[in-house]
């Protein structure tokens, strides 16, 4: 086997809102039409040239004649908006019921059993931003040695962690015990480990986060190279989101060091998948309503475009989309339920109109048929249309 994949996830970045997205409060979410317009326009030449303008109406994105790759959208099928299930989805699992939120903190029970486990107590215990709530709680936890547990508009149970106070193995081995006490019906999508420093006056989150994942409930296409012995690579918290089954990755602390794993892969002689996510869109920008940053990181991986493309070889495959919006122009900075930008890019590949996709699994669908491998999961390949 010789075809090589990528399937690149811009975390957050999606581009209009879903069919649906008025039940989970989001009919106004577009994020890139969004961000778009409140900056009266985007330049992204590279990203317009593949095709983007194509994918939908983008302010300052022209709709090229002859785009670079094929294009579309496609539209969530399973329930929920968080990036668990939006690469779940990818990799062929739907979901009927969205993991449990908790907007007013943990019931009592949860907290004590988490308390129990660890043998420290828990502080803080609400909805909150991740950088206030360690300017909140930090010299709490210095004076008295407890963790500070928090969530947010997603489905989590973050524990931050001045790694002064207690040690980096310590969070992670109490990670680990909330994921096995976090069970139905608390089976939270994460446990994420949010480690902190203190630098002069102030906190900083560290790059050692770690995410503890509930196992996906039935076979992904990930499983599915695994068993017909097709390597699978990393890049970013993927491996986090499939409880490391299937897929080892390599964290990056940045979208830069992302962006730089790919290219080198696609340089290299490796073969097989690999299935990256860059989440500074979600993580720096879309939850702290940063539009200007949002834009900025969207230009610096515009920029990587065409060495990223110029590098690919004749039998490779690259898929470019998103697992979610997160529209940093809305007063929420929750997660938008939205449909994804769908790039194909190929030597061997057309550059046709995909349409608009009902499910994020025809990825990997496609990616299935790419690789020649049986596929048990949701979706629709559109790979025999671009082939043709």
């Not at 992302?258 to 696609?266: C, V």
């Not at 110029?310 to 929420?332: C, K, M, Q, V, Y």
Request: one cysteine or more.
């Amino acid at each position: 086997m010789t075809r090589r994949a990528i399937l690149l996830v811009l975390d957050g970045v999606g581009i209009g809102a879903a069919h649906d997205a008025a039940l989970y409060g989001d009919a106004d979410s577009d994020t890139l039409g969004n961000v778009a317009r409140a900056l009266g326009g985007l330049e992204l030449p590279h990203l317009e040239a593949l095709g983007l303008g194509c994918c939908a109406p983008l302010a300052g994105v022209r709709r090229v004649a002859q785009p670079g790759a094929s294009y579309g959208t496609m539209q969530p099928a399973s329930a929920g908006k968080d990036s668990t299930t939006g690469h779940w989805e990818l990799c062929g699992i739907h979901l009927e019921h969205p993991f449990p939120v908790y907007p007013d903190g943990f019931p009592d029970d949860v907290i004590l059993a988490f308390e129990r486990a660890t043998g420290r107590p828990a502080i803080g215990n609400i909805a909150a931003s991740g950088t206030d709530i360690i300017t909140r709680y930090a010299e709490e936890q210095r004076r008295t040695g407890a963790w500070i547990v928090y969530t947010s508009a997603d489905s989590v149970f973050q524990i931050a962690a001045d790694e002064a106070v207690i040690p980096l193995a310590e969070l992670y081995a109490a990670c680990s015990m909330a994921r096995a006490l976090l069970v139905a019906p608390h089976n939270v999508s994460r446990v994420i480990a949010r480690p902190f420093v203190c630098e002069g006056a102030s906190y900083q989150r560290t790059a050692r986060r770690r995410d503890y994942s509930v196992e996906p409930p039935g076979a992904t296409l990930l499983d599915t190279l695994a068993e017909a012995g097709i390597p699978r690579w990393g890049v970013g918290k993927v491996d986090d989101l499939f409880a490391r089954r299937g897929i080892e990755a390599e964290h990056t602390p940045n979208n830069a060091a992302g962006i730089d794993m790919l290219i080198a892969f696609a340089r290299s002689s490796k073969s097989g998948l690999c299935f990256a996510n860059l989440v500074d869109f979600d993580q720096l920008y879309g939850h702290r309503n940063d539009v200007t940053g949002f834009y900025g990181a969207l230009r610096e991986f515009d920029r990587a475009v065409p060495p990223l493309t110029g590098a690919l070889r004749e039998d490779d495959l690259l898929i470019i989309t998103a697992d979610h919006g997160n529209d940093p122009t809305t007063p929420s900075t929750d997660h938008s339920r939205e449909r994804v930008p769908l790039l194909v890019v190929g030597r061997k590949v057309g550059a046709l109109p995909l349409g608009e996709r009902s499910t994020f699994s025809d990825a990997g669908a496609s990616l299935a048929e790419w690789f020649g491998v049986p596929y048990g999961g949701h979706g629709r390949s559109f790979l025999k249309r671009l082939l043709a």
